[in-house]
Nanobody, 123 residues
Framework: QVQLVESGGGLVQAGGSLRLSCAASGRTFSNPIMGWFRQAPGKEREFVAAISGSGGSTYYADFVKGRFTISEDKAKNTVYLQMNSLKPEDTAVYYC????????????????WGQGTQVTVSS
C-alpha cells in the first residue's frame, strides 16, 4: 500500500501564498503520476495539477495556470503545490493522489489518496 500525507494547509488572506506538501511512504513505486485535487463544500472534487515522475511533465487546470506550481523532490518522495495569488474561491480541502502511469485529470483514475488538508482564503 502507498500512504500519502498532505500538510501545509491553513488560513491565508486573498493574494497570499501557501505551499502544500504530500509525502509518500509505504510501497512506493518508481516514477508515479502525482496529482493534486480539491473539493469545496457542496461541490465535486476537481483536478488542480499533476506531475509525471518520468520527465517531470506538468498539467494544470485552467483556473490555476500562472498561480500554482507543482513540483517534486524524488529523494524525499514528496510532491509540492506552491499556491500564489490565492483567491477566496480557492478555499477547499486539497488532496494528493497517485497513480502508476499516464498523466490525467480524472480523479477516478487515481487509486491512492491522502486524507486532505484544508485551505481557507479570506477576502
Amino acid at each position: 500500500q502507498v500512504q500519502l500525507v498532505e500538510s501545509g494547509g491553513g488560513l491565508v488572506q486573498a493574494g497570499g501564498s501557501l505551499r502544500l506538501s504530500c509525502a509518500a511512504s509505504g510501497r512506493t513505486f518508481s516514477n508515479p503520476i502525482m496529482g493534486w485535487f480539491r473539493q469545496a463544500p457542496g461541490k465535486e472534487r476537481e483536478f488542480v495539477a499533476a506531475i509525471s515522475g518520468s520527465g517531470g511533465s506538468t498539467y494544470y487546470a485552467d483556473f490555476v495556470k500562472g498561480r500554482f506550481t507543482i513540483s517534486e523532490d524524488k529523494a524525499k518522495n514528496t510532491v509540492y503545490l506552491q499556491m500564489n495569488s490565492l483567491k477566496p474561491e480557492d478555499t477547499a480541502v486539497y488532496y494528493c493522489a497517485a497513480r502508476y502511469s499516464g498523466i490525467t485529470n480524472y480523479a477516478s483514475s487515481y487509486p491512492y489518496w491522502g486524507q486532505g488538508t484544508q485551505v481557507t482564503v479570506s477576502s
